[in-house]
């Protein structure tokens, strides 16, 4: 299996820009998670979906913030508009149920 | 209070040495998790587990649930151990909290 694929590995923006972050899970894996990484805040968890429905999202900042997975096999993050605050990697994973995760590469954004 | 908190934050070691880094926690929970990120690299998940020990080649993780405390063990340290190791627990559902990481440097 390829793992959580992350697009893109890198994103520079200026401020006010869209933002669509990209993940594709680890087929059969049935719960994905949207985690942001900085050096102030280390790893804080956005979102989360069980079978494609978000379960919990009281970690999405703003409603600048929002996340969809429209099915199995794909989830996006988005960002609109996007402020420099916002630069971090962010960082998908998935997993079966409660299991052992697994974290693609990584999506660093960077928002001048 | 953080729920996890990890120690030590910072630890440099010299290669061949035994290392062990501690996570303790306030919560109940369902499983811990022990992560491991290089530099500017990604997220590997070393260990979950509830209970007991586990060993993987160098690495070996226990948990003690009724003192609420994990460590990570690594044996024969190498270089290439250098890293940011993270302690992360599961409680209701899927959701993980996670220590702030322990920057672990092993010189030759």
């Known amino acids: 299996d390829a793992g959580v694929i992350q697009s893109p590995r890198h994103e520079v923006t200026e401020m006010g820009q869209e933002v669509t972050l990209r993940c594709k899970p680890i087929?059969?894996?049935?719960?994905l998670f949207w985690y942001r990484q900085t050096m102030m805040r280390g790893l804080e968890l956005l979102i989360y979906?069980?079978?494609?429905?978000?379960?919990?999202d009281s970690g999405m900042p703003e409603d600048r913030f929002s996340a969809k997975m429209p099915n199995a096999s794909f989830s996006t993050l988005k960002i609109q508009p996007s402020e420099p605050r916002d630069s971090a990697v962010y960082f998908c994973a998935s997993s079966f149920w409660a299991g052992e995760l697994f974290f693609g590469e990584g999506s660093r954004l960077t928002v001048l | 209070k953080n729920e996890v908190e990890q120690s030590p934050q910072n630890l440099t070691a010299q290669e061949g040495e035994f290392i062990t880094i501690n996570c303790s926690y306030s919560?109940?929970?369902?499983?811990l998790h022990w992560l491991q990120q290089h530099p500017g690299g990604g997220i590997v998940s070393l260990f979950m587990l509830s209970s007991g020990k586990k060993k993987h080649g160098r690495l070996i993780a226990t948990i003690n649930i009724q003192e609420k405390h994990s460590s990570l063990h690594i044996t024969a340290s190498h270089p290439r151990d250098s890293a940011v190791y993270i302690c992360a627990v599961t409680r209701s559902g899927s959701r993980l909290t996670f220590g702030e990481g322990t920057q672990l440097t092993v010189n030759p």
């Open positions: 087929s059969g894996h049935n719960s």
């Open positions: 919560v109940g929970i369902s499983a």
């Open positions: 979906f069980n079978n494609n429905v978000p379960i919990d």
